[in-house]
């Protein structure tokens, strides 16, 4: 019952916290000095008829009808249609979003697995060559941004070594079939093993350049908590009880240890997904960052409120989540 | 221990050093560079650096315009540092503001400005930054101003809790039985115990600003295109990287340098500053 309340606290404070994005979002872009209907027609147009184009953008209404306008499609998930590309601006942006997604998964997942892997090696060989060694290139891995890392693998991996591919999600030349437009996952439900292969060259170094900040929070965290446990007095008394170590280790150490992990990949995903936005740029990925570049540039205000609104939709789920999982897994927190 | 001490200062020391190097250069960059950053030599394009082609004409190499690569570098700290310097500054000046004024007045103003915070940062910087470029405009100014809407939450969050702890210490609590203002409180116990964790802090700001403005300019977005810096020289040179990597090189080079001396100095600085926490009476 105390659990039925703080649920619904948190999923009030998550709401609130949305609607204050869309207000924002919305703030944000009719202060802008740009009018969007010039943008989008040629320089010798009649005033008249640029009124006009304003007035069925929905332009000319005033400031307050625009926000309500803007507020109530956003309940009904209508995000407007796209001033440029002729459509309702969530559907132009949920085609792009996969490939973002899929970026974000890539690195989420190459990040935890990484970071974990080399967070307990530091620990079961802690203070030696290797911990040193793990504690310095991980201090560098999440100093240097995520973008810098990207540019250099194009540099050392697509210039110098010219071993992967920098650009695009898959071989222009290999044909398949946009299912779930998961290019990983569509090549396996269509068991096209050159495209699977393709698409993850190409998914590869993006990913990699997004994970390294996250993998060097992992191993930091990981490391400084199992240590933190290891010292523990249930550890002591597993110890004098005859228990394996590698059981202590992993069943008893890491499952505690694992805890605040969670909570800092829940609290990074959202630097993940901002970082994505010049990792698309770098790399051709024709992601919702490209989408939002463009449209920035072209003040296609529904595309570009529409965006912000998903990214901090999707932060705000995924904190949520972490929350909810957090709670779950941690007999000892209140309520409250 | 003895070598964790000297350890601790050859950080500070040696990323320091650099850092004061960068600002050197930065400042004196019209003196000695030996190009106009801006000068064309379309012959003369993409030449790598003279330890490659052996033309010591151009120490660095040559862009695909066949501006100097070498003196474009040196300008390129100009824009970055004022960035960093600017932007850090004005972030950490709102940040800490708010921050003491949410931990140390009334729990409501606090909570408030925490819930302000916490919308803030669902907000995804990158695509923020974006927008406020296409608000304000290109150019330096306007980056730092980007810098400072965004992050200012970074100084607040952090100052806030400390300042929740440093209310129930007993300096202060001793300071309010003498009668002492809160504004007073604020300005002789509680702002010089925060100086070690702002310094630490201001240089990890100064990190994140000047990424922010190599990020910005990388995407058009940040210098006018008439002036150099290492995010547009990194953009510029990835459009020839096949056949030079060296225009992207140096400007990312440059870049990494002063970003990690920034983090070791911000580290260094904050190994010394833990287990002593000196109380400034």
Sequence with gaps: MIRGTYVIKRL??????????????????????????????????????????????????????????????????????????????????????????????????????LGVIIGVVSVMKAGRLSDKVATSASFIGFSIPDFLWGVLFVIIFGGLLKLLPVSGRIDPAISLKPVTNFMVIDSILQVNFIALQSSLTHLLLPSLALALGLIAIIHRTLRSSLLDILQE??????????????????????????LPVLTIIGVQISFVIGGSVIIELIYGWPGIGTLSLISVNRRDLPVVQGIIVIYSLITIIINLAVDFLYTKLNPKITYG | MRSLQILGSKKILVSFVILLAYVLIGMSAPYIAPYDPNEQHYQDAYKPPFFTSGDWRYLLG????????????????????????????????????????????????????????????????????????????????????????????????????????????????????????????????????????????????????????????????????????????????????????????????????????????????????????????
């Design chain 2, 62 to 281: 040559t862009d695909s315009l066949g501006r100097d690569i070498y003196s474009r570098v040196l300008y390129g700290a100009r824009p970055a540092l004022f960035v960093g310097v600017v932007g850090a500054f004005f972030a950490a000046l709102i940040g800490v503001s708010l921050g003491i004024i949410s931990g140390y007045y009334s729990v409501r103003i606090g909570e408030v400005i925490m819930r302000l915070v916490d919308i803030w940062l669902s907000l995804p910087a990158v695509v923020f930054s974006i927008c406020l470029i296409a608000v304000l405009g290109i150019g330096l100014g306007n980056v730092a101003i980007a810098v400072i809407v965004i992050d200012w939450t970074r100084f607040a969050r952090v100052v806030r809790s400390e300042v929740l702890n440093l209310k129930e210490r007993e300096f202060v609590l001793a300071a309010k039985a003498i009668g002492m203002s809160g504004f007073g409180i604020i300005r002789k116990e509680i702002l010089p115990n925060l100086l070690p964790l702002l310094t630490v802090l201001f240089t990890l700001e100064m990190s994140i600003a000047i990424s922010v403005e190599v990020l910005l300019s990388f995407a058009g977005l940040g210098v006018k295109p008439t002036e150099p810096s290492w995010g547009s020289m990194i953009a510029e040179g990835l459009t020839y990287f096949r056949t030079s990597f060296w225009g992207a090189c140096i400007p990312l080079i440059a870049v990494i340098i002063i970003i990690l001396a920034l983090n070791y100095l911000g580290d260094g600085l904050r190994e010394r500053m833990d287990p002593r926490l000196l109380v400034i009476r």
């Design chain 1, 12 to 113: 009030v404070a998550a709401v609130l916290s949305l609607f204050g994005v869309a207000t924002i979002a919305f703030v944000l872009f009719r202060i802008v000095p740009g009018d969007p209907a010039r943008l989008m027609t040629a320089p010798g147009i009649k005033a008249e008829d640029i009124e006009r184009l304003r007035a069925s953008l929905g332009l000319s209404d005033p400031l307050h009808i625009q926000y309500v306008n803007w507020l109530s499609g956003l309940m009904h998930l209508d995000f407007g249609r796209s001033y440029w590309l002729k459509a309702p601006a969530l559907d132009v942006i949920l085609e792009r979003l996969p490939a973002t997604l899929e970026l974000v998964f890539a690195s989420i997942i190459i990040a935890t697995v």
């Design chain 1, 233 to 258: 007095d249930y550890i002591l008394t597993d110890r004098s009880k005859g228990l394996p170590e590698w059981y202590i280790f992993f069943v008893r150490a890491f499952k505690n240890g694992a």
